[in-house]
């Protein structure tokens, strides 16, 4: 139910990320593929909303306000945020759950999931490297510790295991494989990325 109230909250970040990509000039195919996110996190609403109500539990509407006018640093902090490092870690997540999970239905749903999280987390990769071209060192050093203070905060975050009949109906790591995936993440893609 979580899962599914993250991910139809995800269908109006990336509906507001094309309007404010197309507004600030960015090209067209980023726009197109910030249109094709949100329509794949329509369909993870819904798989994972059915997932949800076969175990009982209800999804509850997202309500999403957002500023109508935000500066291109604001939608570069976001996205070096929720884009790069929790789009990113939740893509590997769902890799892993897709590989692990017990129950038939949620690796088939997630085997979907991991396929559209990992294109998404290449749009927010995408939108940072157009973003940051167009912002000074002093904001793009501003993005690189948001982004370290958001893998402390991944990391925090999975610090405790999950109950293990969670763990295995739907393929959850542990504290300690969700320290080898980050610190994966981190070694391969975050810091290598920041020091380029």
């Known amino acids: 139910a979580d899962v599914s109230y993250l991910e139809a909250a995800s269908v109006f970040a990336f509906e507001a990320l094309a309007a404010e990509l197309r507004h600030f000039g ?6 197109k593929r910030a249109k094709s996110a949100a329509r794949d996190e329509v369909r993870h609403a819904k798989a994972t909303a059915d997932l949800a109500a076969r175990w009982g539990a209800r999804v509850a509407e997202p309500v999403v306000a957002r500023s109508a006018d935000r500066s291109l640093f604001d939608l570069a902090l ?11 870690f939740g893509a590997a997540l769902a890799t892993f759950q897709a ?6 239905g949620v690796r088939a749903v997630l085997a979907t999931i991991r396929e559209d999280e990992t294109r998404h987390a290449a749009l927010a990769w995408d939108v ?26 991944l990391r ?18 542990d504290a300690k494989s969700s320290k080898v995936i980050l610190d994966g993440l981190e070694r391969d893609l975050w810091n290598a990325t920041a020091a380029a």
């Open 26 to 31: 960015a090209p067209d195919a980023l726009v």
């Open 78 to 88: 976001e996205n070096a945020v929720e884009g790069c490092v929790n789009e990113t």
């Open 99 to 104: 590989e692990r999970a017990e129950d038939a």
């Open 128 to 153: 940072a490297a157009w973003a940051e071209s167009k912002l000074d060192a002093e904001r793009v050093s501003e993005l690189r510790r948001a982004q370290a203070a958001a893998i402390q905060n």
């Open 156 to 173: 925090a975050g999975y610090g405790r295991s999950p109950e293990a009949d969670l763990r295995a109906v739907a393929g959850l790591p």
